[in-house]
């Protein structure tokens, strides 16, 4: 379905996703004042490898373990009556008690907010955390709803007819990538 | 995004295909996680309407039903056959007519009569789950019973699978054998003459009538109670003998493969079917089932409940934001 015209662009490479992930992770440190009670929660698929790294830079920098989870959000969204489960996502898993504690929710691209409204809710049947904070690498904007990051990797402005798709499993495959497509015919956006 | 599930109805077994039964276990994992948390509930089926109706007395697979639909947030309600018009003479038609004039999305039926859910599926628009139906089919327990295999064993192919007991009167033993032999695992029915239905062999079983050779390198050994209330006239000369030449306890399980599982639907009788050790043993899942229970009914609500519309890959790539 990918248009043969359709221009597909390097806007983010491996090296700078490092270096990212390396300054979000020292201002998650410094906001939430030393990392004591905090749970970094990946949600899946793109915000898992992303919370696992900032956490991994985080113990190298504090020297404190920080506890990684995962969301899988599939019973939760807006339109789960319509979508089917995506067989390559697992169970949500969260390991430690987030009662009272602070937690960081990780994903890869923050775009209409319906995901992470979606991720709230789910992390709430888990326990009442004294705070929820939100990382994105990558914020498109086209916000739906009234959501906004607290630490943000880099901002793009994207027209709603592109697609940004990002890879931070960590490695040198890693980056952000856009495509623009063609508007539609008549559309304005 | 994987495709949408198919089917309308779950009525049978034998109306599934490996990839259905797969992706009702691999949902059914999802869900057993649900059931762990503090929180045992996820809105997914907000505003859905499921309605048990029960004609026969059950309790684990109505309570299992109800509880599953609640977990998915949908409003569940249990009609009970002695309770409702059936015994003011309506006749099972007029019974669904009238239910489906109040617009359920799903209805789970029990019946004594075999075929009784799929007549109720051709005259229905909602979709209809098999909770059971005569000596016909209980598909979700065929479900459940596989979730718990493969957890246990870690697939349900090649496996050497012995049903022993009153197999006559087995929805259970004709929904999993239809469910093994779909991928492949010997099934073995063992009972008394009195208690193996005529027609087995179209079943395509191996019929045995003694337990060791019956048990004889088996992976999974699936124990089903006596039926009582539904065998008329003297099949087994008494209790004491049927548990004698039928009842498994712990020393028939050297014959069986050394990883054997032990597994009963329930209700047990202890000391029938069923040696009271043996229950207990850490060879039984008979509690994974009824945990499996929950999750796998989850799943297959979730999965017909669904109106799964075409996608476009702009939808399906932006959505992930």
Known sequence: MRPVNANRELVLDAESVVRIIRRMASEIVERTRGCTRLGLVGIQRGGTPIAARLAEEIERVEHAAVPVGTLDITLYRDDAASTLPDPKVGPSRIEWEIEGSDVVLVDDVLHTGRTVRAAIDCLLDYGRPRRIWLAALCDRGGRQLPIAADFVGRTFDVPVSSVLEVSAEGGTQDGAWLTAWPRPSGGST | ?321
């Open chain 2, 1 to 321: 995004m994987s495709a949408g599930f198919r089917h309308h109805h779950l009525l049978s077994i034998a109306d599934l295909d490996q990839k259905d039964v797969n992706q009702i276990l691999d949902a059914a994992e999802l869900f057993i996680e649900v059931s762990r948390r503090p929180v045992r509930k996820v809105p997914t089926l907000r505003g859905k309407t499921v309605i048990n109706m029960f004609f026969e007395a059950s309790t684990r697979t109505r309570t299992s039903f109800e509880l599953a639909g609640k977990r998915l947030s949908a409003d569940v309600v249990n009609i009970a056959a002695s309770s409702s018009s059936v015994s003011k003479g309506e006749s099972l038609l007029d019974t669904c007519k009238t239910l489906e004039a109040m617009r359920p999305d799903l209805v789970v039926i029990r019946h004594p009569a075999s075929g009784a859910t799929q007549f109720v599926a051709k005259h229905v628009n909602c979709s209809v789950i098999n909770g059971g139906d005569g000596a016909h089919e209980h598909p979700t327990q065929a479900l459940l019973d596989a979730f718990a295999i493969r957890k246990a064993l870690g697939t349900l192919s090649g496996l050497k699978v012995a049903i022993c007991g009153d197999i006559t009167h087995s929805r259970v033993a004709r929904s999993n054998a239809a469910l093994l032999k779909l991928f492949g695992s010997e099934v073995r029915f063992c009972a008394p003459h009195t208690l193996m239905p005529r027609d087995v062999e179209r079943l395509g079983v191996k019929v045995h009538h003694d337990l060791a050779t019956a048990l004889s390198g088996a992976d999974v050994i699936m124990l089903l109670r006596l039926q009582r209330e539904r065998i008329e006239g003297p099949l087994v000369p008494s209790l004491r003998e049927y548990a004698r030449k039928f009842g498994v306890s712990a020393r028939h399980l050297e014959q069986a493969s050394p990883r054997a599982i032990v597994m009963h639907p329930g209700p047990m009788n202890r000391g029938v079917e069923i040696h009271p050790a043996l229950a207990d043993s850490e060879r039984s899942v008979i509690l994974d089932q009824v945990e499996a229970g929950v999750a796998v009914r989850m799943a297959v609500l979730y999965l017909l409940a669904k109106e799964v519309r075409a996608q476009t890959p702009t939808a399906a790539v932006s959505d992930g934001a």
